[in-house]
Nanobody, 119 residues
């Protein structure tokens, strides 16, 4: 069974930075891409960023472009999200997820880590 463990969330003031990590392990792990999603209170979960595992191509939600950077360490099956210039509207539970193959959905999810940005 694939397991994803997020870390790095916390409380930060507006304008501050946080770095999230997501370590994948277990089962017959195959990764086509990994992504970050977030869910704020009373809102639906939304896509934040994704990275392809082989080529490192990145994708971002428009509102985080220029502030967030997604990266990966293939050898450690770990993904990162560097979040700078944080805003109160970035407050949410952040989840990482794995897409095993090009025709798959995001099949595996972490438990989430809370990010709170105070104004």
């Amino acid at each position: 069974q694939v397991q994803l463990v997020e870390s790095g969330g916390g409380l930060v003031q507006a304008g501050g930075s946080l770095r999230l990590s997501c370590a994948a392990s277990g089962g017959t792990l195959s990764i086509y891409s990994m992504g970050w999603f977030r869910q704020a209170p009373r809102k639906e979960r939304e896509f934040v960023a994704a990275i392809s595992w082989s080529g490192g191509r990145t994708y971002y939600l428009d509102s985080v472009k220029g502030r967030f950077t997604i990266s990966r360490d293939n050898a450690k099956n770990t993904m990162f999200l560097q979040m700078n210039s944080l805003k109160p509207e970035d407050t949410a539970v952040y989840f990482c997820a794995v897409r095993p193959g090009p025709t798959d959905e995001y099949d595996y999810w972490g438990q989430g880590t809370q990010v709170t940005v105070s104004s």
